[in-house]
C-alpha cells in the first residue's frame, strides 16, 4: 500500500548548515506519528520540505504518491507551522484563517458558499473556538491559536496533517483539545505526522515515533522510542550514567506513567550542533 508520506533520501542545507542528510521515511495513514528530536534537529526543515516550501538538495517526497506541489493544489495537506513562522498581526480574523482551508473548494473568485461556511463552523466549533470566531487571531492565546490552524485542517478536509510543535507554549485544554482531535482525525483515516518536546504526552498522543537528528535515528514503538538508550542517541545525552535523575526529556517509559521523571526537553541548552 502506498503510505501517507513518502520520504526518500532527502538532503537539505542552509548554505554550511546540513540540517537534513539522507533522510528516508514513511508515514502511515490511520495512525498519529511523532516526530522527536532536539532543536535545530531538522524537524521544521522536514516539515517544510514535505511541504514544498523548502527545495531539497537531493532526494524525493510524495504525498499519496504526488509530488508536494502537487498535494498542496490538491488539498491533500493541512500544516500548523510554528508560531515564529506566522505574522500574527496579519489583519485577519479566526473565521478568516479557517476559511483558508476552504479556498482549494470556491474556485478563483474564492466565493464561499454555504457549503464553505458550514465546513467552517463544524471546524470551529471541533476545536471550541466558536466564541471567538471574529477575533484578529494574534488576538488568542498560543494554545487557541494552534487550534484555529488545526481547524483550518479540519475545514480543509486534509488528508495528511503536518503540525510543528503544536504543543509549544499552549496551555493545558488546549493541549488536551489538540491530543483529542488528532486521535479523532487518526481514527478517520488521516496521516498525521506531529512534531513535540512534550515526551510526557508522546504515548497518549502517538500510535510510533520517530526520532530524528538530520536524519532517522529511530522509528517504531513509542515505548521503544522513550528508551533512554533511544533518547540519548536522539538528545545527545548520557542518560546511561545518571541512574539517579534523568537529564530533562530522558525518561523511559515506565517514568512517564508513573509521572517520576521530568520530561520537558529543555529548550535552550539543546542546539544541535549541524554545521
Ligand atoms: N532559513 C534557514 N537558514 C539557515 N539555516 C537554517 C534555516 N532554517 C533552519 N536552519 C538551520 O537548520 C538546522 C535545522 O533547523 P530546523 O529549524 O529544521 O530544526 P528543528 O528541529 O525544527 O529545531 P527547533 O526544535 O528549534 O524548531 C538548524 O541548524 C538551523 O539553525
Redesign the pocket.
Known sequence: MTPAIRVRDLA?R??E????DGVSLDVAAGRVTGLI????????????TIMGM?RPDAGVVRLEGADPAAARRQGLIGYVP?S?DVDWSFPVSVRDVVMMGRYGYQGPTRRARAADRGAVDEALARVELTEYADRQIGQLSGGQKKRAFVARGIAQDARIMLL??PFAGVDKRSEATIVRLLRELAEDGRAILV?T?DLHALPQLADEAVL?L?SVLFHGSVAEALRPENLALAFGLDVLDTPTRHPAGACDSQDLSDGSCDSSVA?DDR?????
Open positions: 537539505v542552509y548554505g548548515v546540513v540540517a537534513l528530536g532536539m532543536n535545530g534537529s531538522g524537524k521544521s526543515t522536514l516539515f517544510k523548502v510554528q515564529e510543528d510543535e512534531s518536546h530524528l538530520r529548550q542546539e544541535g550542533d549541524t554545521a
